[in-house]
C-alpha cells in the first residue's frame, strides 16, 4: 500500500509522519511518496540567520492552547526548545487617531475577559462602552444554524466602536481578510457556543478564563499564549525532515523541486488505484493521494477527474501578504516610541497601508543582538494586495515612512527583508462549512483521495498539523477497511 503527498508544507509534513506512526502502530506495509514543487520543504515557515539575527519570513509562532504544534514539537524532541512570550512585558497597542494607546488586557484573544481596562481605555467613548456591557444583557438568537459575517457578530454583540477600534485589526491580524465577508463559523465558533450557552460573549469568557485558570494549576509547565522556537519555526521543519530521513527508503522518500503536472485515476471502485504526473516525466502510481497544497492547486489537479469538487475548491479565495523586517542600533532610537510591548496593530478605520508591527526582539528572546531592535511590519490582505507588488525598494520605504510617523522612528535599517506571500492565506467566507461539507461528501466517491491544509479548517500551525494527522489516521482506517491488508 502506497501513498503520495502533493505538498511538503507543514500540513504535508505532518500527514507523512502521522502517517508513518500510525502505519507502524498497527503492523501496515505502508509507504509514502512526499511530492514538493519547491526546492525547500515547510511552505510559509521561512526562518533566516543573519549576523546574529533570527528572522521570520512567514508565522513567527503558534498558540500554544491549541495542542497540536506544542505535542509535535515533543514529539520530534524540541521540547526543551519551545520559548514563550517575553514575560517582563505585556503590553499591545493599537493605533488610534494617529496615536498608539495601550490595548486594553484582556482582549487580545479577541473577546472581553476583564471589564476594568476596557471601562478605562480611551479607545473607547462613554457610549461606545456602555454598548460593550449591553452584551451581558442582549438576548441570544434563535439557533437556525444560519452563518453570519464576523462584522455583523460582533457589531451585534459590543457594537461599532469595539468592532471596528478594537476586533477588527485584531482579526486581520489572523486573517488578513474583511470582515464584512468572513464566516464566524468557520473562524471563530467558540464565540457562537457562548452567546447560546451563556447568553453573553462576555460571561462565556470569564467562564472559560475561570476554567484555564483551573487548568493551568494542575500544570507542571505553563506555557505563553504564544510559543515559539529558540532559532525559530523552521527548527520544527527541520526535525519532521530529518525524522521522515531516517526511515528506509522503501516506506518514506521525499522528493523536492519537482512539479505535479496532473491526476487521473486507473482503476476505480472500492480499491482504486491514482497516477500522479510529474514535471519531469514521471509517472507515480498511488493506492491513496493527499492533496496538501492550496485550494486552487487541488482544484486544478481535481478537475478532470471531478469538476463539482473543483469547482467547490475554486470558491475558497486566497489574498496576498508580504512581511518585512527592519533592524536598527538601539542608540539610533533614543528619541523613538519605546518598545515596551509586543507591537501595534491598525484598524482600517486608520486607512493605513500598514496593517500592524511586531517588536520582535522585545517579545521573543534570542531573535537580535543587545544592541539593535528587530521589527516586523505587515502589508496586504483583502482591499490592499497591490502593495505586495511593489519591488523591494518601495516596500521598504513605505514601511519606514510608516515608522516615522507612528514610532519616530527617523534612522535607516542596518538590515531590512522583505518576504512576498501570493495567494498564501485562504478566506473563510460565509457558508464555508456548508461548502467543506460538499466537497467531502463528492470526495467519498473517491477511496483513498484527501485534501489537507490551511485551505479548509483553520489557517494556524497548529490547525495545519491536527488536519495532517486526523488525514493520516484517515488512511490507516482507510487501509484497514480495505480488505487487501497483508500485514
Same mark, same amino acid.
Given at each position: 500500500?502506497? *501513498? ?30 512526499? *511530492? ?16 546574529? &539575527? =533570527? ?10 492552547? $491549541?495542542?497540536?504544534? =506544542? ?43 476583564? /471589564? ?8 473607547? /467613548? ?10 451581558? &444583557? ?18 451585534? !454583540? ?29 473562524? &471563530? ?16 469568557? #470569564?467562564?472559560?478564563?475561570?476554567? !484555564? ?13 504564544? =510559543?515559539? #522556537? !529558540? ?5 520544527? %521543519? !527541520? ?6 530521513? $531516517? ?5 518514506? #522518500? ?50 478532470? #477527474? ?107 535599517? =542596518?538590515?531590512?527583508? *522583505? ?17 467543506? %461539507? +460538499? ?36 488512511? %490507516? ?8 491488508? +497483508?500485514?
Amino acid at each position: 500500500m502506497n *501513498v503520495t503527498i502533493v505538498g511538503g508544507g507543514i500540513a504535508g509534513l505532518a500527514t507523512a509522519h502521522s502517517l508513518l506512526k500510525y502505519a507502524d502502530s498497527e503492523n501496515l506495509p505502508v509507504s509514502c511518496t512526499l *511530492v514538493e514543487r519547491a526546492q525547500y520543504f515547510g511552505g510559509k515557515i521561512l526562518t533566516e540567520v543573519i549576523d546574529d &539575527f =533570527v528572522i521570520e519570513g512567514g508565522p513567527d509562532s503558534f498558540l500554544s492552547y $491549541k495542542p497540536w504544534g =506544542v505535542g509535535l514539537c515533543r514529539e520530534l524532541g524540541l521540547g526543551d526548545r519551545l520559548m514563550g512570550t517575553n514575560t517582563h512585558y505585556h503590553r499591545t497597542y493599537v493605533l488610534f487617531n494617529g496615536r498608539l494607546r495601550e490595548f486594553p488586557e484582556g482582549l487580545v484573544t479577541l473577546a472581553p475577559s476583564q /471589564s476594568l481596562p476596557l471601562l478605562t481605555s480611551p479607545l473607547l /467613548s462613554w457610549t461606545g462602552k456602555l454598548r460593550l456591557m449591553m452584551d451581558l &444583557f442582549i438576548s441570544k438568537p434563535s439557533t437556525d444554524g444560519t452563518d453570519e459575517s464576523l462584522a455583523s457578530f460582533f457589531r451585534r !454583540r459590543f457594537g461599532v466602536e469595539v468592532f471596528e477600534r478594537l476586533i477588527e485589526p485584531l482579526m486581520t491580524g489572523i486573517y488578513a481578510g474583511d470582515a464584512e465577508q468572513l464566516s464566524l463559523k468557520a473562524t &471563530f465558533p467558540r464565540f457562537i457556543d457562548f452567546e447560546q450557552r451563556y447568553g453573553s460573549i462576555i460571561k462565556g469568557m #470569564l467562564a472559560s478564563r475561570r476554567q !484555564r485558570m483551573k487548568t493551568n494549576l494542575g500544570a507542571n509547565t505553563k506555557l505563553t499564549t504564544f =510559543v515559539t #522556537l !529558540r532559532g525559530g519555526l523552521s527548527e520544527m %521543519v !527541520r526535525a519532521l525532515i530529518s525524522s521522515l530521513e $531516517k526511515v528506509e527508503k522503501e516506506k518514506m #522518500l521525499l522528493r523536492n523541486g519537482v512539479s505535479v503536472t496532473g491526476m487521473t485515476q486507473l482503476v476505480s471502485g472500492k480499491n482504486p488505484k491514482y497516477e500522479i504526473k510529474l514535471g519531469n516525466g514521471e509517472s507515480l502510481v498511488s493506492d491513496a493521494v493527499v492533496l496538501a497544497t492550496p485550494a486552487f492547486t487541488a482544484a486544478d489537479l481535481l478537475m478532470p #477527474l471531478d469538476d463539482e469538487i473543483a469547482e467547490q475548491l475554486r470558491c475558497i479565495p486566497y489574498t496576498s501578504t508580504a512581511t518585512v523586517s527592519l533592524a536598527y542600533p538601539v542608540e539610533s532610537l533614543s528619541h523613538a516610541h519605546a518598545l515596551d510591548g509586543f507591537g501595534f496593530v491598525i484598524p482600517r478605520v486608520e486607512n493605513r497601508p500598514l496593517v500592524a508591527s511586531t517588536w520582535t526582539s522585545t517579545k521573543w528572546a534570542h531573535r537580535s543582538p543587545n544592541d539593535h531592535a528587530l521589527l516586523r511590519c505587515y502589508l496586504g490582505g483583502v482591499g490592499r494586495e497591490d502593495v505586495v507588488r511593489r519591488d523591494d525598494h518601495d516596500i521598504i520605504r513605505l514601511v519606514q515612512g510608516e515608522l516615522r510617523d507612528i514610532l519616530g522612528i527617523i534612522s535607516d535599517p =542596518v538590515l531590512s527583508r *522583505v518576504y512576498r506571500w501570493e495567494n498564501a492565506i485562504p478566506q473563510y467566507l460565509v457558508g464555508h462549512l456548508d461548502r467543506l %461539507v +460538499k466537497i467531502e461528501e463528492r470526495l467519498i466517491q473517491y477511496p483513498g483521495l484527501c485534501v489537507t491544509g490551511s485551505a479548509y479548517r483553520g489557517v494556524g500551525l497548529p490547525d495545519c498539523i491536527h488536519e495532517g494527522e486526523l488525514t493520516a489516521k484517515k488512511m %490507516v482506517d482507510y487501509f484497514l477497511a480495505s480488505g487487501d491488508v +497483508k500485514k
